[in-house]
């Protein structure tokens, strides 16, 4: 058969593993992946803070709270600036009586000694009391004075 007519023959395939020719590009995509990620769950979080914000600022406009005050929980767990204005009263009362009914910080004793110590009364106040005890005494021995005079009668 002449060389014309015969099918030519197939190429040879290869077996050694294909590297890339830029393996740069292939890191480079592999970065713009993961930082096309990280920015969406960025969004997310800032999606989720101005949410938070909207509820607070409503939280704000219907309290007169100010900048700077603590953001209550529930105002975070709201879903809606809505839930929030619905909330505000009845969560108000709760505070409200939280704060009314709350145990003192210091006792009535604690504030009055303290008084008296910023006043240089400290001594004063023993003076009192030893003053309260002679009297006491005196009265018990008054007591037990006229009782022996009655028992003479």
């Known amino acids: 058969m002449p060389a014309s007519l015969r099918p030519p023959t197939p190429p040879a395939v290869p077996t050694a593993p294909i590297t890339p020719v ?24 800032v999606g989720e803070k101005e949410e938070i914000l909207g509820r607070a600022q409503e939280w704000m406009r219907l309290t007169g709270a100010k900048a700077t005050d603590i953001i209550p929980e529930w105002v975070i767990a709201a879903r809606t600036p ?13 505070e409200l009586e939280r704060l009314a009914f709350a145990p003192p910080e210091r006792s009535w004793e604690e504030i009055f000694t303290e ?39």
């Open 22 to 45: 830029r393996p740069e590009v292939v890191d480079t995509r592999r970065q713009i992946e993961e930082a096309t990620k990280n920015i969406e769950a960025v969004k997310a979080q």
């Open 82 to 94: 809505e839930e929030v204005a619905a909330l505000v009263k009845p969560k108000r009362i709760e």
């Open 115 to 153: 008084a008296y110590e910023k006043a240089g009364m400290a001594g004063t106040k023993k003076k009192i009391d030893d003053l309260d005890a002679k009297i006491l005494k005196t009265k018990q021995d008054l007591y037990t004075a006229e009782a022996d005079i009655n028992s003479f009668n």
